[in-house]
């Protein structure tokens, strides 16, 4: 809603804005051609060089080359009246116009028209000098207002423009708001859509088509959604069923494996080759176990039953059941925990963190057969826990960690290779956290789980 409003009020203020320009504008262009038209008519110019130029000789009068060609510039014809309003002289003057002429006539033309020829007088030496331009090429009014109006005007204009700039204003409020009112519909509909809820909304106003687009957006989302929960359940139930049943048969195999592998009675290489089998049968149990997990993770199938946990207690537990299961002598592990940690809490899966921390252990001792030193550390910060599993080992292949960043990015589902590491981070996200895999310029690896506490 805030984003709808700010595009609101940006719309009013750009309309207002763009009425207010045009307007100022385009009186500034009115008083620019003004401008224009006046230098570019300079009548009184053009027309007292003629007077100039129209001197009395001997034999009559003569117009100078230079007012001839000011006179042609502008003007048809031209003549020259005495104070009795007779002709004294005149240059291509029309036959209708040779007359004499009244004072009340010449008081009449003086600022209009003479015979519908549109006419400009100037004081001459010898009398009046008409200027005659063609018919129809000169427009002229007439107006007069009250001093006082005038007096007024640059109060007025002021004024004016502020009526304007309000009525702009006030319409650009109206069209936007009506523009508002479908964005907004629009906008929750998208908001909705975002939820993953189904949008209906009204084919009417400005906007109709793209609130039907719309609609049939929403119900393709809705069908593809349910497609894909339809598939994930499926994908999740059988490999539930699948795991179920391995583990009978598993189960049976193990058994009858630890009997061979502890019978006495049989050589050493065929309770050696039994015991290889246990090993190998307990390795795809926990791989079944692996997958079901991350199964139900990857799809939010798993329960996750939260309670305040003492992550030192947690730690000090795994780490013990590690070097209390016949860990191998070329494996040491060392736990760290900072002062700040020692009563750190947080709020979570204890099992399910047990398994994340206890990934990590067996990752290292698993890719590291000749052995390495293995360090477990735990500390707190403001708003977090943080706990750290590295080793000096092989470190993290750049195929792996390329893999792992890829499904990070790209929301990958089950992966074919790395299923305890992806339980791990997994794990870490149904907590609110994260898990960062990198390899130290040492050697060795490093993990990093940050989880809020």
């Known amino acids: 809603m805030k984003g709808m409003i700010k595009i609101f009020v940006r719309y009013v203020g750009s309309a207002a804005a763009i009425t207010l320009v045009l307007l100022a504008l385009n009186i500034a262009l009115l008083f620019f051609w003004l401008a224009e038209m006046q230098q570019e008519d300079g009548y009184a110019y053009r027309i007292s060089r003629i007077a100039d130029g129209l001197q009395k000789q001997e034999d009559g009068y003569m117009l100078s080359e230079a007012a001839q060609e000011a006179m042609n510039a502008r003007y048809e014809w031209a003549m020259l009246l005495n104070d009795q309003g007779d002709i004294l002289w005149s240059r291509h003057l029309p036959k209708a116009l040779f007359k004499n002429y009244t004072v009340p006539e010449v008081a009449s033309f003086t600022r209009w028209y003479l015979q519908d020829y549109p006419v400009y007088v100037w004081r001459h030496a010898d009398g009046l000098l008409v200027m005659g331009c063609p018919k129809g090429s000169i427009w002229k009014m007439g107006m007069e207002l009250p001093q006082n109006v005038m007096d007024k005007t640059l109060l007025w204009i002021p004024f004016g423009l502020a009526i304007n700039g309000i009525a702009a204003v006030l319409l650009a409020l109206l069209l936007g708001w009506r523009l508002f009112r479908s964005l907004r519909l629009l906008a929750d509909g998208i908001e909705r859509m975002a939820e993953k809820q189904r949008v209906e909304l009204p084919k009417k106003g400005v906007l109709g088509d793209l609130a039907m687009q719309l609609n049939e957006t929403s119900r393709q989302l809705q069908r593809q959604e349910a497609d894909l929960q339809k598939r994930d359940y499926a994908r999740t139930a059988w490999i539930a069923g699948v795991s179920h049943d391995i583990r009978t048969p598993l189960s049976m195999a193990m058994g009858y494996a630890s009997q061979l592998e502890e019978n006495s009675e049989l050589p050493l290489s065929v309770r050696e080759q039994a015991g290889i089998v246990r090993k190998q049968s ?172």
């Open 282 to 453: 307990e390795r795809i149990k926990t791989l079944v176990n692996d997958l079901n997990l991350a199964s139900k993770l990857e799809y939010d199938m798993q329960p996750i039953r939260k309670k305040g946990v003492p992550l030192a207690a947690l730690l000090r537990s795994v780490c013990a059941d590690f070097l209390n299961g016949g860990l191998c002598e070329h494996h040491i592990i060392d736990l760290a925990i900072s002062e700040a940690a020692q009563n750190a809490r947080i709020l979570g899966d204890e099992e399910l963190l047990r398994r994340s921390v206890a990934n990590l252990i067996q990752n290292s001792v698993q890719h590291n057969p000749k052995g390495c030193a293995i360090w477990v550390a735990l500390d707190k910060n403001l708003s977090y826990c943080e706990v750290v599993v590295s080793d000096n080992g092989i470190g993290f292949s750049e195929e792996f960690l390329k893999q792992m960043k890829k499904r990070e990015e790209e929301k990958a589902h089950i992966p074919s290779r790395g299923l305890g590491l992806t339980i791990v981070r997994q794990i870490a996200k149904v907590h609110g956290g994260t898990a960062d895999f990198t390899n130290l310029p040492e050697g060795g690896c490093e993990v990093r789980l940050r989880l809020p506490c």
